[in-house]
Antibody
Framework: QVQLQESGPGLVKPSETLSLTCIVS????????WSWIRQPPGKGLEWIGY???????NYNPSLKSRVTISVDTSNNQFSLRLSAVTAADTAVYYC???????????????????WGQGTLVIVSS | DIQMTQSPSSLSASVGDRVTITCQAS??????LNWYQQKPGKAPKLLIY???NVETRVPSRFSGGGSGTDFSLTISSLQPEDIATYYC?????????FGGGTKVEIK
């Protein structure tokens, strides 16, 4: 059974860059999409973006100007960088796996079938 | 963005009751709809994918249906361990979007 584990600072200062890593164990990072999702305290889920193992990415337009998701296949991990953070970026950040779904000649990530436990990141000075 | 509207936002039911949660998309998403269960302090867990396919090891009391813009998640006989918030999610168009959630409690 694949396991995902987020790691990174739990406190980030406003205007700085939030950096998180998700380590994938018990399975290969190859042939899947890998995503970041966040959840502000007491609120719903927001998709941040995902990367294919090849390095191709797709981001939520609401965050696109500040987000970078990268993959490191040699170490079976992927990362999130979110720049110029504000208090509104305070949330639990989850990493998740998506199997590849293909239809009509196009392929993309379908559903989040494995999740990390989540890590709370607070933006505060 | 495709808006996903869940109803009700919360419900209270008795053990053994049949419970149905609905999710409406702001445009046709065919069957590109998933359902997740989130217990307090835990990550979401996939229940249903492709509108009606039950994920491996999910109890058979959970089922999903619908297509186009209207979808439903049904718990045929509510159990105490089903207390959670349930979210729908579409993957027909980017960005991927989630519904606002339905909190299920025991009466």
């Amino acid at each position: 059974q694949v396991q995902l584990q987020e790691s990174g600072p739990g406190l980030v200062k406003p205007s700085e860059t939030l950096s998180l890593t998700c380590i994938v164990s018990g399975g290969s990072i190859n042939n899947y999409y890998w995503s970041w999702i966040r959840q502000p305290p007491g609120k719903g889920l927001e998709w941040i973006g995902y990367t294919y193992y090849s390095g191709a990415t797709n981001y939520n337009p609401s965050l696109k100007s500040r987000v970078t998701i990268s993959v490191d296949t040699s170490n079976n991990q992927f990362s999130l960088r979110l720049s110029a953070v504000t208090a509104a970026d305070t949330a639990v950040y989850y990493c998740a796996r998506l199997p590849r779904y293909c239809s009509g000649g196009s392929c993309w990530g379908g559903y989040f079938d494995n999740w990390g436990q989540g890590t709370l990141v607070i933006v505060s000075s | 963005d495709i808006q996903m509207t869940q109803s009700p936002s919360s419900l209270s039911a008795s053990v053994g009751d049949r419970v149905t949660i609905t999710c409406q998309a702001s445009q046709d998403i065919s069957k590109y709809l998933n359902w997740y269960q989130q217990k307090p302090g835990k990550a979401p867990k996939l229940l249903i994918y492709g509108a009606s396919n039950v994920e491996t090891r999910v109890p058979s009391r959970f089922s999903g249906g619908g297509s186009g813009t209207d979808f439903s998640l049904t718990i045929s006989s509510l159990q105490p361990e089903d207390i959670a918030t349930y979210y729908c999610q579409q993957y027909d168009n980017f960005p991927v979007t989630f519904g606002g959630g339905t909190k299920v409690e025991i009466k």
